[in-house]
């Protein structure tokens, strides 16, 4: 038992500097519910209160760069300016969201709905919010956020995709979005879609591992889209389950059946793929 202790006393002694998973996730949730009264315990009617909450959340924000210089190699007092000068480009592009969602679900009866209620616009709020850190050169932190909302949500975004306007998740649950990934604008995504990397090495994980979705896509429920080489063209359909490792041309339509041969009792699995170009 000793000797576990002291294995235990060397892994706490040598734990690199980083900050508490929880200040972490009450920072994330403080800063949705400023930006989403429909998500804050208090709603702030009073415009000089919502002003002091934004100051004390930036004040934070420098407070945790400050303390972990080691996640940023930065000036976290810059940094954290940063984050709040580009916050309201950040919730233009929720609104956008918001929009894309109430619009391609015809069950939302309304966007205080969507915003309460649907796990992928709390996803994709974590993931912009957690994207904006990502690009100003903060590690750790923008993966402590999307894994929180993965796993309220189910909905698994790398903070490093780059994904456009118009961002639709219907449903959301089991949907993976890896690292490399680039979506365009007006695209939606339905439950356990995959956009992933094929088998890398690791030297290549700096590379492009992941798939690039042009703008106006639909990926429909089930769908797995791999490799860094890999483009849906603008304008295409994947239907469900469809596994693809290669590129379709813009305006087609891609999916998976299953067909019995007369006389026969052997299925035989084939892709049909339909290009409007």
């Known amino acids: 038992m000793a000797s576990f202790i002291d294995r ?10 980083c900050p508490s998973p929880k200040i972490i996730r009450r920072f994330f949730e403080d800063i949705l519910g400023v930006l989403f009264p429909e998500h804050t315990n208090e709603i702030l009617r009073e415009r000089g209160s919502l002003e002091m909450k934004l100051f004390d959340l930036q004040v934070q924000l420098k407070k945790i760069l400050l303390n972990h210089n080691n996640l940023h190699g930065g000036d976290g007092e810059k940094l954290g300016a940063a984050f709040f000068e580009q916050l309201e480009d950040i919730y233009q592009l929720l609104q956008e969201d ?7 679900d015809p069950a939302a009866k309304s966007k205080t709905e969507i915003i309460r209620c649907y796990p992928g616009f709390y996803a994709v709020s974590a993931y912009r919010i957690a994207h904006l850190l990502y690009v100003l050169g903060v590690s750790l932190i923008p993966r402590m956020i999307t894994e929180y909302a993965h796993s309220k949500t189910g909905v698994d975004i790398h903070p490093g995709a780059t994904i456009g306007r118009y961002f639709c998740i219907d449903h959301g649950t089991g949907i993976v979005i890896g690292e490399t990934t680039q979506v365009g604008d007006h695209v939606k995504l339905y439950q356990g879609v995959t956009l992933g990397a094929l088998s890398v090495n690791k030297e290549d994980a700096d590379k492009k591992r992941h798939p690039t979705i042009e703008d106006h896509v639909v990926i429909y429920a089930g769908a797995t889209i791999l490799g860094g080489d890999t483009v849906i063209g603008r304008e295409s359909v994947v239907g469900g389950n469809v596994w693809l490792t290669k590129s379709i041309p813009p305006k087609s339509k891609i999916y998976y059946q299953t067909k019995i041969y007369d006389g026969s009792s052997n299925l ?6 339909k290009n409007d170009a």
């Open 268 to 273: 035989t699995d084939f892709y049909v793929l």
């Open 98 to 104: 918001l929009d894309a969602m109430y619009a391609g």
């Open 8 to 17: 235990l006393h060397q892994a706490h002694n040598s734990c690199p500097e």
